[in-house]
């Protein structure tokens, strides 16, 4: 892995990520670009915090809310930052609501911020800065001019920016704006940079992933894919979340062919009724999406295929409950990711009439995690017996015994004892031998 741990003599920055792969680019970004500017990463009573906000959810808005506040009370003479999606979002509501804010930036502009922060130390005492710019006007692919820090294992790299669908329930397409593609040489570039320190995967991500390219000339996602796939280092490639619509032939073809990618799919299906995929604005049915799946494991029948499920969407009723569960079944998902429906401010959704009593969602989402319980524990069971490639992330003692954790390439959790040289960062062949629902028990493989 690559050495992270760079002293400089400027200002002292921490930050606070919350929410989805994208922001743990960002924010991986932002550090990057703060330490070449000569800013310090310092954990406790730094000059600076960033906190890079979620609001895919009202929780996760008022979590946002809630670290800014102890952020503040823990260091009152820090200069907060708040900036991600929830600042994008509702910056009228942080003036209010969020007063410890002392710099509120968006999901642009933030290739600034060393800029925008060095002024603001210079003038401490001055009024809030709330600098949001206003999206789907035409703006780019904003790079930041840096190869992102990651802690972690499996870095992440933004290939994309971005949505132009509209569903019901979403605010991503607000908070994010229209599609735009990065440049593939920078991708590439970045990629190389991982591979050569050392990483053994690295995770791809945007906000709508299969519309790479649709604003760049002759590349896309399998071919961006492909050109990952060429670099001659030990690495392997994630897909993280991906539009079912985004799931094309082509894709399904260049995964199956690569000894890099994993065959593993994040694929939101978000419900299994038909009529409540209407209602959000969804653009396939049910149908569509088990055709997707189906075609995915013709080329791939090891393949892993995880989902996201809405639960208690308005409008949606006891049958469409059980459809959904059914369909889940029926579609042997490896793992399902429950979300109580939680209105977003501005979304079409939020004005629907027939929304779900609270205490019918919460037995809806208790319902749709036990089957989410069942449906894992098949999926690891279809794996007992094999030899895994397991990317260690921790090491633990228990009972005077060393035991290592990490993910599979079908992305499960696998538990496995160890007893010479820490395994951290590196993939491990491990023996699956034991199934549960949160994941795998196993031995390394000598064979």
Not at 260 to 277: D, E, T
Not at 331 to 358: D, M, W
Request: hydrophobic residues 35%; aromatic residues 8%; positive net charge.
């Amino acid at each position: 892995m690559p050495e992270i741990n760079v002293k400089n003599s400027g200002p002292s920055f921490d930050i606070v990520t919350l929410g989805c792969p994208l922001n743990q680019y960002e924010s991986a970004a932002i550090e990057g670009l703060l330490l070449k500017h000569g800013f310090n990463r310092r954990r406790d009573k730094s000059d600076v915090v960033i906190i890079n906000s979620c609001a895919v959810t009202q929780a996760a808005a008022r979590r946002s809310r809630k670290e800014a506040r102890q952020v503040k009370k823990k260091n009152p003479n820090a200069v907060l930052v708040l900036t991600g999606c929830y600042s994008q979002l509702y910056p009228k509501d942080i003036e209010k609501l969020v007063p410890e804010a002392d710099i509120v930036v968006g999901t642009a502009g933030r290739s600034k911020l060393p800029e925008i922060i060095l002024q603001k130390l210079e003038q401490k005492g001055t009024e809030k800065q709330v600098l949001i710019q206003q999206l789907h006007k035409g703006e780019r692919f904003e790079e930041f001019d840096t190869v992102p820090k990651f802690y972690r294992h499996r870095p992440v790299i933004k290939i994309q920016e971005g949505c132009n669908q509209f569903c019901s329930f979403c605010a991503v397409i607000f908070a994010r704006g229209k599609p735009r593609s990065r440049d593939p040489e920078k991708i590439i570039e970045e990629a190389r940079a991982y591979a050569a320190s050392g990483y053994r995967e690295i995770i791809i991500t945007g906000t709508n992933m299969g519309l790479y390219g649709t604003d760049l000339e002759n590349i896309n996602l399998p071919k961006l894919l492909k050109k990952i796939d060429a670099l001659n280092y030990p690495f392997r490639i994630r897909l993280s979340s991906i539009e079912p619509m985004g799931v094309t032939e082509e894709l399904l073809e260049v995964m199956a062919k690569s000894r890099r990618i994993c065959h593993y799919l994040y694929m939101p299906l978000q419900s299994g009724s038909s009529r409540i995929l209407k209602l959000m604005g969804r653009n396939y049915t049910v149908e569509d999406y088990r055709e997707i799946v189906e075609k995915a494991r013709k080329f791939m029948p090891d393949i892993s295929i995880m989902t996201d499920i809405i639960v208690g969407f308005p409008g949606e009723r006891d049958e469409d409950h059980r459809t959904s569960m059914e369909t889940l079944q029926s579609l042997e998902i490896s793992k399902i990711h429950v979300f109580p429906y939680s209105p977003r401010p501005g979304t079409p959704a939020e004005t629907l009439k027939e929304q779900v009593r609270p205490d019918i969602k919460k037995q809806r989402v208790e319902e749709m995690n036990c089957l989410s319980e069942d449906l894992s524990m098949n999926f690891h069971k279809k794996l007992l017996g094999r030899k895994l490639e397991v990317l260690v992330e921790k090491t633990y003692k228990e009972n005077n015994s060393s035991f290592a954790e990490g993910f599979s390439e079908s992305y499960a959790l696998v538990r496995f004892k160890f007893k010479n040289q820490s395994p951290v960062g590196e993939i491990v062949p491990v023996a699956a031998e034991k199934a549960h629902p949160w994941g795998i028990e196993g031995s390394i493989s000598y064979n």
